[in-house]
């Protein structure tokens, strides 16, 4: 594929996943309103559950087919993995059920296996869409997923408000791999093979248990808070948080539309085809440093207002610790960028290694927390936990895969969180105008930085 076809439909892919963000965030704040911050809390603690068990059972990964030669006998490995993989996650649901039954909190029993249920199916939908993953089909693969996301979610929306219950948010997660499998059946375009190679099995088989190591230490290090502040500070406050990190997802999805969907796979075919790699992670993650840290100061200043405004009076805590984090975001979307690239190179021990620093950063930061019973400061730990992952991750991966400037990265940046932890004044302005002219400041050298950067190695990716 030519990099200008490859660019094509990356942006085909994005803009048409924006459209139903926006319409699936317009559901998100229906629910919010609709439900109290407990159920958000009691779905959070089931999510981190189903998120381990599927850690520890993923052993299919789509991540495998497409880095494979894409044959029948790839495609019927990877299938064949995820229905193993599907199945083993229901039983471990089941046994969950049973161990909730005599010691556990009333009614979680049967939603958590509900998402045990939907993340097996989700899996084998994850392989049936692989193919179109691999050819780079971004536009048909944003349709499939986004529309069943939105579906799904309007349909959780309109249980809420007949049934408000912690089961709404679960018909959503069910809801939805279940749409996805039915359009993976219906799309997938490899048909299935009678012969499975020994080697490739387990060649498989090592890939998904190496990727499970980095997949565990991403979900400790995401569901860290969850956990902590379930324990130590109730379910009402974790559904807050839960909240206020949801808002801030949003805000994250934009870049993640790329670089959860497409980034991944479009390395591993630039990798495959020997064209300007190193070029087009420079520029991009460049262009992603600018416009992440402008989102982060946006976040900062505007994000409080806007939280109270869209979600209502009975979400002030979550609005509270917008500002402490909304560098999480930048911090997060860089560590995405050099996360795909790692994992198309088969580096997942990088991965690994830098959530390891990440959840090491955090408990130390939530242990200072729980002896001062201050939940701001959880929030604070795990802004400064996913940047040092951030900072561990790149290093690592100049010292291992491709070098790049991080200076130049970084600079502007980590000059604009600086500005936020010590505002000062500017003559007569008050900190909040010295800010915005600071925020217009950062636009136009990273207008000048992007500008000069594209007429120099813009032509060697499009």
């Not at 002896?371 to 936990?385: C, K, P, Y």
Request: with cysteine.
């Amino acid at each position: 594929m030519k990099k200008s076809s490859l660019f094509k439909s990356s942006v085909d892919f994005a803009l048409s996943s924006y459209v139903f963000q926006f319409i699936n965030f317009g559901m998100t704040l229906i629910l919010a309103r609709l439900l109290s911050p407990e159920f958000f809390g009691v779905f959070a603690m089931m999510v981190v559950a189903k998120e381990i068990f599927s850690a520890l059972l993923g052993f299919s990964s789509p991540q495998y087919f497409i880095l494979s030669e894409g044959k029948k006998s790839d495609f019927t490995l990877s299938f064949s993995l995820s229905l193993l993989s599907a199945g083993a996650l229901f039983l471990l649901g089941i046994a969950a059920v049973f161990c909730l039954q005599f010691r556990g909190p009333s009614g979680v029993a049967l939603p958590l296996l509900a998402l045990c249920l939907a993340q097996g199916i989700d899996n084998v939908a994850a392989i049936l869409l692989a193919p179109i993953e691999r050819k780079t089909d971004y536009l048909k693969l944003s349709l499939i997923r986004n529309s069943c996301s939105t579906i799904s979610l309007g349909i959780a929306a309109l249980t809420a408000l007949i049934w408000p219950s912690v089961w709404s948010l679960v018909m959503r997660e069910v809801l939805l791999a279940v749409f996805l499998l039915v359009l993976g059946v219906k799309y997938s375009v490899i048909p299935l093979s009678v012969e499975l190679e020994k080697r490739a099995v387990f060649k498989a088989v090592r890939f998904a248990y190496q990727l499970t190591l980095s997949r565990v230490s991403e979900i400790l290090f995401y569901r860290a808070p969850d956990i902590v502040i379930s324990q130590f500070f109730g379910l009402s406050q974790t559904g807050h948080f839960f909240q206020s990190r949801n808002f801030l997802m949003l805000v994250l999805k934009v870049p993640n539309t790329i670089l959860d969907q497409t980034l991944f796979s479009t390395f591993v075919r630039l990798e495959r085809e020997k064209e300007g790699l190193s070029s087009y992670i420079f520029l991009m993650e460049l262009i992603l440093s600018r416009v992440m840290s402008l989102a982060a100061l946006g976040l900062c200043l505007f994000g409080p207002l806007a939280f109270d405004f869209l979600y209502g009076e009975k979400w002030l805590l979550a609005s509270s610790l917008i500002p402490k984090l909304s560098w999480f975001v930048f911090f997060a979307a860089l560590f995405n960028f050099a996360q795909a690239y790692c994992y198309s190179k088969g580096s997942q021990t990088l991965v690994f290694f830098s959530y390891l620093i990440g959840t090491a950063t955090f408990i130390m930061t939530a242990m200072y927390a729980v002896a001062l019973s201050d939940l701001s400061i959880i929030a604070w730990g795990l802004t400064f936990s996913m940047g040092a992952a951030c900072i561990i991750i790149h290093i690592l991966g100049n010292m291992f895969s491709t070098p790049l400037d991080l200076v130049k990265i970084f600079w502007l940046p980590f000059l604009s969180l600086l500005s936020i932890w010590r505002p000062w004044k500017l003559g007569s302005l008050s900190p909040e105008y010295t800010m915005l002219l600071f925020v217009l400041c950062i636009v136009l050298l990273s207008a000048y930085e992007i500008r000069a950067e594209v007429r120099k190695v813009g032509r060697k990716i499009v």
